[in-house]
């Protein structure tokens, strides 16, 4: 509404004031604002509807002659036509960042399509928000693979951001699809991903090369069983959320260093074993969740959130926590964020 605005109080002001006083500014100011605002034809619409007011109003004031107001006229003309120009320059970026903005989405799918919403007894959400405004992927990621000895579950933070990130990204998610069909236990798949991130390490150049790495989660859901399976290379810990609101967070027994790190010291991976009973939720989420602050520096704790609620299925559970981060942070999110939940129903 901003242009014809302008519009009528350039009209006003020019038939209300003496004939020395001018309304150019509004009316010049109209078409400019309109030019981002609208489309071509309601950009030249605005445009025509500025240059005809002059004209009436000069005509009816009896000065359409006089020097000043052929100056007015000219100089609103000029700027629609201007106008009309910052129009077309306007729609061809717009044109541009949707293309671009695609291609972004196109290689977000590829490298972190949605995984199933079922895979057997289990039903399964994920979603992942980005810190960077308007930016679709980062250094996050998580992946689930249905696979011969039941459903195996990856999420991960990649130290680092940018394209390095992503790049790394795109290495751990390739080689966790292509361990968990092959490896039969999940150390074996955690192997796997730690050997492919010292194989990209060995390519990459500066500090990326000594102090890339990735820490993660990883869980196995066997088909058969009520267990869960998870080793955890210096992630946070997952949350169990049983079905009368309990939750009970997971943390790893013995620690063990992040993916990409075994140069400074190795030993075997050990799968911790817990009970997963029908009806309960495991989430496995990133740093920017639970280390997401407030204006006083308090961190969110979701297990603290989460303790006494039931969610009627993982979509729900996961929208439920990135609205409350978001009204936690006040919409000021420095880290990106994934989450993904499992629900295991009962036969």
Known sequence: MLPALLLVA?????????AEFSAAPL??????????????RGTILTGVACVLVVLLLHSRLGILLHIDAFTELVTVTTVVALAVLINALVRR??????????????????????????????????????????????????????????VR?????????????VAAV??????????????ATLEAVAGRLDRALAREGSRREGLDAFEGFTTAVLAELPHGDGVVRIVNRGHPPPLLLCSDGTVRPLPAREPA???GMGELGAWPDRAEQTRFPGGATLLLYTDGLC???D?????????????????????????????????????????????????????
């Open 10 to 18: 350039g009209a006003f002001y020019d038939y209300f004031t003496p």
């Open 27 to 40: 009316f010049t100011a109209a078409p400019l604002v309109a030019a981002p605002l609208y489309s071509r």
């Open 93 to 150: 970026g717009d044109e541009q960042l949707a293309s671009q903005r695609a291609i972004a989405e196109a290689a977000q799918r590829a490298v972190l399509p949605d995984p199933p919403e079922r895979i057997g007894t289990f039903t399964i959400a994920a979603r992942y928000e980005a810190a960077q405004r308007d930016a679709s992927i980062g250094g996050d990621l998580y992946a689930v693979q249905d696979s011969p000895y039941g």
């Open 153 to 165: 579950l990856v999420v991960g933070d990649v130290r680092g951001k940018g394209m390095g990130a």
């Open 170 to 183: 795109a290495v751990v998610i390739g080689a966790f699809r292509e361990a968990a069909e092959q490896e």
């Open 257 to 259: 260093l992040p993916l």
């Open 291 to 293: 280390e997401a602050r």
């Open 295 to 347: 204006r006083h520096g308090e961190f969110y704790d979701p297990a603290a959130s989460l303790e006494g609620r039931v969610f009627p299925d993982p979509a729900g559970l996961i929208a439920t926590l990135a609205q409350e981060v978001h009204r936690h942070t006040g919409d000021g999110t420095t880290d990106d964020m994934a989450m993904l939940a499992v629900r295991r129903h009962a036969r």
